[in-house]
């Protein structure tokens, strides 16, 4: 029988309350005491700027210090992108130990992922060689950026469903200034995020051999012991890659 991926799908998040949950449900994955169950989160996010660890502040085209929209500077590798309502944004939490300990090869199948989502929407997505992301027909429709903690995997994908577009004029995407961002609204101007969602789930599950379960939020951050609901100072993420 395969395993379970339990995940949570909580509505629209604040872009720090979802970064403490990744943190609390990474501590306790991390440590030696538990064997917790492969999850994610399913969310959407409100209007929010966020850089790398090692992201250039060049690629902002405004001031951060002025701005009416958030910016925060994250542990996830990569270069500035932006979240907001229409996007589908996902954050496994996997123990890479029981799958293969391979940031290249996690990343590729996080893109696998969401490439075979279009697929089940008639649409044809596939890679850029030399970056990394989902492209249709030129256009990047999804971005990810992850982090690794112990070989448990945080941070994530965001697939851009029903996302304004013009949010993204205000940056240089992931630092590429030669290729525009894309929506699959775009390409299926009747989409939904509705219609996307269970497509996310579905393809998680088959990618990564594992049988979705839907939790509460709560039970998530609970785990299978007590689980602090705090950032944890304890976290020391051994690696990361790129949006």
Known sequence: MKPELHYCLPGEVPYQTARIWQQSR???AATAETNLTDSFLLLTHPPVYTLGQGGDARYLKFDPETSDTDVFRVERGGEVTYHGPGQWVGYPILDLRRHRRDLHWYLRELEAVLIDVCAQLGLTADRVPGLTGVWIEGRKVAAMGIRATKWISWHGFALNVRTDLSAFDRIVPCGIDDRPVGSLHQFLPEISMAAVQPLIVRAMGDRFQLVPRCI??????????????????????TSDATR
């Open 26 to 28: 990474v501590s306790l």
């Open 216 to 237: 509460d939020v709560q039970e998530w951050l609970a785990g299978d012991a007590k689980s602090p609901t705090t950032a944890p100072n304890s976290a020391r993420s």
